[in-house]
């Protein structure tokens, strides 16, 4: 009985890692037994909770935290940030997301993947994102954008408020099946099969497998959890399977996602050997040589379909529900795309896009205030010493930079709870990580920008938006979700721009 509590107690001092911190030289907060200082995050959410401990020590570079048991390096500084993310990159080439391969269905997508074979996957599907690509898939706006009017034009017709975030959710996901997959997706019928899956990618279920995973890697791994929900992950599988199938049996190409990888499949598997296919080889650094198989590079479209949808759409209605509040802007932005329209006569295209500065503005001053993710994560994979304080970390060290809090902290951006488009031009404001930093950086970034550039100016170039008396201002961010989307609907008022 002795030996049990004492055995007992030994595990929980072992998990607990009380002096952790003590010792290297850096501020800390004092952690609890087993919970860390992590009740922020369970009784008040995501937002508050990264804010709260943001500004634990506002005057540190960094600072020492227990997530739970795990110890986690808060870098508070951008400078610092960027040797991490930027100059020393190949001391960091993990993120906190982990990747376990043998139980996760999506653990081998290239968010998750790190070392050489991240280095492998990333080198092959970037070919995919060259502006030329991402120009020609910009086309599906032009598929997607009547289907949103018409939405528009029925809330017009019926008097009645539009979901802003319903219909941008719709419009994004629309956009993204056609570039990943080469179809249009049913997001704007009834009983789609595809509008769902935005919300169970980024359920309140996924924010809990997302902190197993940042707090324990070998836990998540030994309780065989998935990172994303599964049923909708083999939803997407199925169709991709049919359309490649489809494509190689009857000779179909296409400009998307699919054609990349049976172009891929192609080239990787004509001069394989079936028993090399079998064998699972590992880099020097522990990581796995990837195959290229089929169920590898579902992987990597099933990462673009998740991770372009919620975070586009998401920003898209930030940006909406800013300037329905701020009137001024909005007209400034609208006179801006106007005069573009008037002189060529067409919709504003993206090569036109240095004449619209104040949407531009608006666009970033959203990725700024809600950023999609609000805290980037490295873990260090090579022993590293800070130069500012001589720190040493080893391999295994998590750090977090909280974007969320650090683009909303004065010292950095002037009033920054104010939305303001301008003051993203002239000199450029501080660091700006909403889309990551070095060689990790978004791989979807210039598609997501492309994307918010030509459905911001078409909607502000025929319709004026102004906040719904139901809209629950201010909204604030979702605190149980892993994104940083809206927790209670942005409804809109529209009506119709007459030149
Ligand atoms: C507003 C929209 C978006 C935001 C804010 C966003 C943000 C991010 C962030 C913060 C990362 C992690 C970067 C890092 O670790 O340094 C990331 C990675 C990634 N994003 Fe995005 N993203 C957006 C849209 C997209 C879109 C539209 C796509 C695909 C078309 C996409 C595909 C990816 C991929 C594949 C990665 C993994 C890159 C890697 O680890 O090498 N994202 N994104």
Same mark, same amino acid.
């Given at each position: 009985?002795? =030996? =049990?509590?004492?055995?007992?107690?030994?595990?929980?001092?072992?998990?607990?890692?009380?002096?952790?911190?003590?010792?290297?030289?850096?501020?800390?907060?004092?952690?609890?037994?087993?919970?860390?200082?992590?009740?922020?995050?369970?009784?008040?959410?995501? $937002?508050?909770?990264?804010?709260?401990?943001?500004?634990?020590?506002?005057?540190?570079?960094?600072?020492?935290? @227990?997530?739970?048991?795990?110890?986690?390096?808060?870098?508070?500084?951008?400078?610092?940030?960027?040797?991490?993310?930027?100059?020393?990159?190949?001391?960091?080439?993990?993120?906190?997301?982990?990747?376990?391969?043998?139980?996760?269905? #999506?653990?081998?997508?290239?968010?998750?993947?790190?070392?050489?074979?991240?280095?492998?996957?990333?080198?092959?599907?970037?070919?995919?994102?060259?502006?030329?690509?991402?120009?020609?898939?910009?086309?599906?706006?032009?598929?997607?954008?009547?289907?949103?009017?018409?939405?528009?034009?029925?809330?017009?017709?019926?008097?009645?408020?539009?979901?802003?975030?319903?219909?941008?959710?719709?419009?994004?996901?629309?956009?993204?099946?056609?570039?990943?997959?080469?179809?249009?997706?049913?997001?704007?019928?009834?009983? &789609?099969?595809?509008?769902?899956?935005?919300?169970?990618?980024?359920?309140? @279920?996924?924010?809990?497998?997302?902190?197993?995973?940042?707090?324990?890697?070998?836990?998540?791994?030994?309780?065989?959890?998935?990172?994303?929900?599964?049923? #909708?992950?083999?939803?997407?599988?199925?169709?991709?399977?049919?359309?490649?199938?489809?494509?190689?049996?009857?000779?179909?190409?296409? @400009?998307?996602?699919?054609?990349?990888?049976?172009?891929?499949?192609?080239?990787?598997?004509?001069?394989?050997?079936?028993?090399?296919?079998?064998?699972?080889?590992?880099?020097?650094?522990?990581?796995?040589?990837?195959?290229?198989?089929?169920?590898?590079?579902?992987?990597?479209?099933?990462?673009?379909?998740?991770?372009?949808?919620? &975070?586009?759409?998401?920003? %898209?209605?930030?940006?909406?529900?800013?300037?329905?509040?701020?009137?001024?802007?909005?007209?400034?932005?609208?006179?801006?795309?106007?005069?573009?329209?008037?002189?060529?006569? #067409?919709? =504003?295209?993206?090569?036109?896009?240095?004449?619209?500065?104040?949407?531009?503005?608006?666009?970033?001053?959203?990725?700024? %205030?809600?950023?999609?993710?609000?805290?980037?994560?490295?873990?260090?994979?090579?022993?590293?010493?800070?130069?500012?304080?001589?720190?040493?970390?080893?391999?295994?060290?998590? =750090?977090?930079?909280?974007?969320?809090?650090?683009?909303?902290?004065?010292?950095?951006?002037?009033?920054?709870?104010?939305?303001?488009?301008?003051?993203?031009?002239?000199?450029?404001?501080?660091?700006?990580?909403?889309?990551?930093?070095?060689?990790?950086?978004?791989?979807?970034?210039?598609?997501?920008? &492309?994307?918010?550039?030509?459905?911001?100016?078409?909607?502000?170039?025929?319709?004026?938006?102004?906040?719904?008396?139901?809209?629950?201002?201010?909204?604030?961010? @979702?605190?149980?979700?892993?994104?940083? &989307?809206?927790? $209670?609907?942005?409804?809109?008022?529209?009506?119709?721009?007459?030149?």
């Amino acid at each position: 009985m002795w =030996l =049990l509590l004492v055995g007992i107690l030994a595990l929980v001092y072992w998990l607990w890692k009380p002096f952790y911190w003590k010792g290297k030289g850096v501020k800390y907060l004092v952690p609890y037994p087993l919970i860390g200082n992590s009740m922020g995050l369970i009784t008040k959410g995501n $937002s508050t909770f990264r804010r709260d401990l943001y500004y634990a020590f506002p005057d540190e570079k960094m600072f020492g935290f @227990h997530l739970f048991t795990q110890p986690i390096l808060c870098i508070r500084d951008p400078e610092i940030a960027v040797d991490v993310f930027v100059k020393d990159f190949e001391h960091f080439t993990a993120n906190g997301l982990g990747s376990n391969q043998e139980y996760d269905l #999506s653990g081998g997508n290239i968010l998750f993947l790190h070392g050489t074979q991240w280095k492998e996957m990333r080198n092959k599907i970037s070919p995919f994102f060259t502006p030329a690509k991402v120009k020609a898939m910009m086309n599906s706006i032009d598929v997607t954008m009547p289907k949103a009017v018409k939405i528009l034009e029925e809330n017009l017709r019926a008097g009645s408020a539009c979901d802003i975030g319903n219909l941008f959710t719709r419009m994004t996901n629309d956009v993204i099946t056609q570039a990943c997959f080469g179809i249009e997706s049913d997001a704007f019928e009834k009983n &789609s099969a595809f509008l769902p899956l935005a919300d169970l990618f980024f359920s309140p @279920h996924t924010n809990v497998m997302f902190t197993i995973k940042a707090v324990s890697q070998s836990l998540f791994k030994f309780l065989r959890l998935q990172s994303f929900d599964l049923d #909708s992950s083999l939803f997407l599988k199925r169709i991709m399977k049919n359309l490649v199938e489809y494509r190689k049996e009857n000779n179909v190409q296409g @400009h998307d996602f699919v054609q990349g990888i049976i172009e891929i499949l192609d080239k990787e598997h004509r001069t394989v050997d079936e028993e090399r296919m079998k064998k699972i080889e590992y880099y020097p650094d522990g990581t796995r040589v990837p195959k290229f198989d089929f169920d590898e590079l579902f992987l990597q479209a099933l990462i673009i379909f998740i991770g372009g949808v919620e &975070s586009t759409a998401s920003t %898209m209605t930030w940006i909406f529900y800013e300037l329905a509040k701020n009137q001024e802007m909005q007209d400034r932005c609208r006179e801006e795309v106007m005069d573009v329209v008037k002189r060529t006569g #067409s919709p =504003l295209k993206l090569d036109q896009q240095n004449e619209i500065p104040t949407v531009l503005g608006a666009i970033n001053e959203a990725l700024r %205030m809600y950023p999609a993710f609000e805290i980037n994560s490295r873990i260090c994979t090579k022993t590293y010493t800070f130069s500012d304080n001589g720190l040493t970390i080893e391999p295994g060290q998590t =750090l977090w930079f909280p974007t969320g809090p650090y683009q909303r902290d004065a010292k950095h951006f002037p009033d920054p709870d104010t939305f303001d488009p301008l003051r993203w031009q002239g000199e450029k404001p501080g660091l700006f990580t909403t889309f990551g930093l070095g060689p990790r950086l978004c791989l979807g970034k210039s598609f997501a920008l &492309s994307q918010m550039i030509l459905v911001v100016s078409r909607f502000l170039q025929n319709y004026k938006f102004t906040l719904n008396s139901k809209t629950k201002v201010p909204v604030r961010p @979702h605190e149980r979700r892993p994104i940083n &989307s809206p927790s $209670s609907p942005v409804l809109l008022d529209i009506s119709r721009i007459v030149d």
